[in-house]
C-alpha cells in the first residue's frame, strides 16, 4: 500500500469517529485528530502538501473542539510550515496569529511568540508590512513575560522595518524601547549603536533638536569615535554644511551598520543654505509689465494735463530757439546808439556857457 493510499484510510477512519448514532451521542475528537494527525505524516511522506495541509488543519479543528489547545497550536504551526513550503505565503499571518492565541491559551506564551517570529521571517522580505505585526505582537508577549533580551531581538526587527518603510516616527519609539530593554540587560555596546541609530532617524525625521536630545541622552554609551563622528554630524546640520555631514555620514562604522540603517544614513537629506537675500540673477519675463490702470479711463482732466504739457514743451523749444539767435555773432557794423534832442540842446547850452565864461 502506497502512503497516499494508506493517508486516505486514516481519513476515512477519521470521518467515521466524527459520526454520531443512537448509542453515540458526542463526535469522538480525540480520536479523530490523532487519525487526521497520522494522515498528514503519510501525505508529508509521499510529498502531496496540498493533502498534508487540509489533514493537518482538520487536526487542529478536532483538538480545538476538545479543547486540546497545545495540540491544536502545534498542528497550525505545522500547517504554516507546509504553507510556506507550497509558496502561498499570503495565508501565513492568519495562521500564525491562531495558533499564537492557542499557544496562550494553553499558558504557553513564549511558544506562541516563537511561532509569530518564524512567521514574520518567512513573508519579511517579500511583504514587511504584514510581518511588521507580527514581531510587535511578539515583542509584546515576551515582555510581558519578563524577557527584555527577546524582546530587544523582536523590537529590532519591528524598527528595521519601520525605517523600509519609512515611517519613521514609530521606528524612533520602536529603537527607544529596544533602548531600555537592553539596559535592563545591561549591555552597553548595544546602547551605543543604537543612539547612533535615533540620532539618524531623528535626522530623517527633520527633527534636528530631537536628533540632538537623543546624543545628549545617550551620547554617553558611545564609543569615542562614535561619539565624535555624531558631534560632527550634528555641528555639519546646524552650520547647514552639507559637505561636512557627507564626510560625518560617510565614516566607518555608519557604512558598517546593519543594511537597513547604512542606507538610510545614505539617503540622509544634506543640509542646504538657505539666504535671507536671494542670489544673482532674474529670470525674464518673471513676472508682466506694470500697467497703469489709468490708460484705458481717459478724462477731460487727462486731456487738460496734455494741453498744458503740449504748451509748456512748445514755449521752451520757442525760447530755446531764440536764445541760440541771439547768441550767432553778426557780420553787421555795431551802431552808436542816438542822443535825445532834448539831452543835445542841453548839452550845447552847457558848452556856450562854459565858452562864455571863458
Given amino acids: 500500500m502506497s502512503k497516499i493510499e494508506e493517508g486516505n484510510a486514516h481519513i476515512r477512519a477519521a470521518e467515521k469517529s466524527l459520526k454520531t448514532t443512537l448509542l453515540k ?26 493533502q498534508c495541509k487540509e489533514a493537518l488543519i482538520k487536526a487542529a479543528d478536532c483538538y480545538k473542539e476538545n479543547r486540546s489547545w497545545f495540540h491544536a497550536a502545534k498542528s497550525l504551526e505545522q500547517v504554516v510550515l507546509i504553507t510556506r513550503d507550497l509558496g502561498d505565503l499570503s495565508e501565513i499571518p492568519k495562521l500564525a496569529h491562531s495558533s499564537c492565541t492557542w499557544y496562550q491559551q494553553h499558558g504557553s506564551p513564549e511558544s506562541g511568540a516563537n511561532v509569530l517570529d518564524k512567521a514574520g521571517k518567512m513573508i519579511e522580505n517579500s511583504n514587511p508590512a504584514e510581518a511588521l505585526p507580527l514581531f510587535q505582537r511578539a515583542a509584546e508577549i515576551v515582555m510581558g513575560e519578563d524577557s527584555p533580551r527577546q524582546a530587544a531581538e523582536y523590537l529590532s526587527r519591528v524598527a528595521k522595518i519601520l525605517v523600509k518603510l519609512k515611517n519613521y516616527d514609530e521606528a524612533a519609539n520602536a529603537i527607544r524601547r529596544e533602548i531600555s530593554c537592553h539596559q535592563r540587560i545591561e549591555h552597553t555596546p548595544s546602547v551605543g549603536r543604537l543612539a547612533v541609530v535615533l540620532v539618524l532617524v531623528q535626522l530623517a525625521r527633520g527633527d534636528q533638536v530631537a536628533a540632538e536630545k537623543a546624543f545628549r541622552e545617550w551620547g554617553n554609551y558611545c564609543d569615542a569615535p562614535e561619539i565624535q563622528t555624531l558631534e560632527m554630524l550634528l555641528q555639519a546640520y ?86 541760440n539767435l541771439s547768441s550767432e555773432p553778426s557780420n553787421e557794423p555795431q551802431r552808436t546808439p542816438e542822443t535825445p534832442p532834448e539831452e543835445k540842446k542841453q548839452e550845447e547850452e552847457e558848452d556856450e556857457y562854459e565858452g562864455g565864461l571863458c
Fill in 25 to 50: 451521542w458526542r463526535p469522538d475528537y480525540e480520536v479523530a485528530a490523532d487519525e487526521y494527525n497520522q494522515a498528514a505524516t503519510c501525505f508529508r511522506i509521499a510529498k502531496s502538501l496540498k
Fill in 238 to 323: 546646524d552650520n547647514e554644511d552639507a559637505n561636512a555631514a557627507r564626510a560625518a555620514l560617510n565614516s566607518p562604522f555608519i557604512k558598517h551598520m546593519d543594511v537597513e540603517y547604512a542606507k538610510l544614513a545614505r539617503g540622509l537629506p544634506l543640509p542646504q543654505q538657505e539666504y535671507a537675500v536671494p542670489p544673482a540673477g532674474v529670470r525674464a519675463n518673471a513676472a508682466p509689465p506694470y500697467v497703469s490702470p489709468n490708460l484705458d479711463k481717459p478724462s477731460a482732466s487727462r486731456e487738460t494735463v496734455e494741453a498744458e504739457v503740449n504748451h509748456d514743451t512748445a514755449s521752451i523749444e520757442k525760447g530755446l530757439a531764440s536764445t
